[in-house]
C-alpha cells in the first residue's frame, strides 16, 4: 500500500475529468482569498495542475504550489506565467518555519496515509495566527454519484474481501476536525456556494476503466474490468441506462483552522 498518491499517471486527462464549476469559480475562489487576508502568502499543497492556483494567481495571489507530480506542475507551467511551484512532499515542506500566512489543501488529505503528521509540518511553515484552509465541494450522501461509488466499492468488497478502492488518509472532514483541535486550533467552516452538477453515469464509467479515480489505482486489471461491468449494469438497472441526465447538489466547504 502505497504511502500518497502520484497523479504522474493521470496528468494528461485530470483537467478533462475534474472542471472546476462556475459557481466555484465565482464564489469559491474570492471565499478563499478573503479568508487568507489581504496581502496573503499562500502555500498550496498538491497543488496539481492549477485547478485552483491559477483562478487564484489570475485574482492577484501570493501563491507557492507544492506537489510530489512533476507531469501535474507541468500542465500548471502552460496555463499561467505566474505558477511558482516546488516539487516536494507535504511531510517534509520545503520551507522554514513561520513562512505563510494561508496554507490551502483541495481534496489532498484522503491521498496522504500521514495525513496527522502533514498537519503538524503545516502548522510549522504557517505564521502564528495563520489559517489552514481546506476546500472541497461536497454532495450529500445520497447523491448519485455516492451511491455509485459506494456500490462499486461494495462490489470490490465482496469479490475477495479486500478493501480495494479505499483511500489512504480522511475523506470526511469528520475524521480531520478532532485532530486539529487536538492541536489547540480554533475551526470554522464557510459554504460560500451551493450549486447544481448535471451528468451522466457513461462518464462514471468510462472513469473506472480508464483508472482516472486513484481509489482504482490499486485494483487488479482483471478485478477492475469485472468491476466496471458490474457497476454499469448496477446503473443501467437504477436509472435505465448510462446516458439519462442526473443532477447532484453539491456544497463548496471551506473548512478553516486558525493557529495561534
Not at 485552483?52 to 494567481?57: D, E, F, I, K, Q
Not at 462499486?152 to 479486500?162: I, M, Q, T, V
Amino acid at each position: 500500500m502505497p504511502v500518497n498518491r502520484n497523479f504522474d499517471q493521470v496528468a494528461h486527462i485530470y483537467d478533462d475529468t475534474r472542471r472546476l464549476p462556475e459557481p466555484v469559480l465565482a464564489h469559491g475562489i474570492p471565499a478563499i482569498l478573503e479568508v487568507a487576508g489581504a496581502n496573503a502568502r499562500i502555500l498550496e499543497v498538491g497543488t496539481g495542475t492549477g485547478r485552483m492556483a491559477v483562478p487564484l494567481l489570475a485574482q492577484g495571489a501570493d501563491l507557492v504550489g507544492v506537489d510530489i507530480s512533476l507531469s501535474m506542475m507541468a500542465r500548471q507551467r502552460t496555463k499561467s506565467d505566474r505558477a511558482r511551484l516546488a516539487c516536494a512532499s507535504l511531510l517534509a515542506l520545503p520551507f522554514g518555519d513561520n513562512r505563510f500566512d494561508a496554507l490551502l489543501t483541495a481534496h489532498v488529505l484522503h491521498l496522504i496515509a500521514a495525513w496527522q503528521e502533514a498537519l503538524v509540518e503545516f502548522r510549522r511553515v504557517l505564521r502564528p495566527g495563520g489559517v489552514y484552509i481546506d476546500a472541497r465541494s461536497e454532495s450529500q450522501e445520497e447523491s448519485h454519484s455516492r451511491r455509485a461509488m459506494r456500490y462499486w466499492r461494495e462490489w470490490l468488497l465482496a469479490r475477495d474481501g479486500l478493501p480495494h478502492g479505499e483511500h489512504l488518509g480522511p475523506w470526511a472532514w469528520a475524521e480531520v476536525d478532532p485532530a486539529l483541535r487536538a492541536m489547540g486550533v480554533t475551526v470554522t467552516t464557510l459554504e460560500p456556494v451551493t450549486y447544481t452538477t448535471r451528468y451522466t453515469m457513461r462518464n462514471r464509467v468510462q472513469r473506472t476503466r480508464e483508472r482516472s479515480y486513484s481509489s482504482s489505482w490499486d485494483v487488479p486489471d482483471d478485478l477492475l474490468a469485472a468491476s466496471a461491468d458490474a457497476l454499469e449494469a448496477w446503473i443501467v438497472s437504477e436509472y435505465g441506462g448510462l446516458d439519462v441526465e442526473l443532477e447532484d447538489e453539491e456544497v463548496f466547504r471551506l473548512h478553516v483552522a486558525r493557529f495561534e
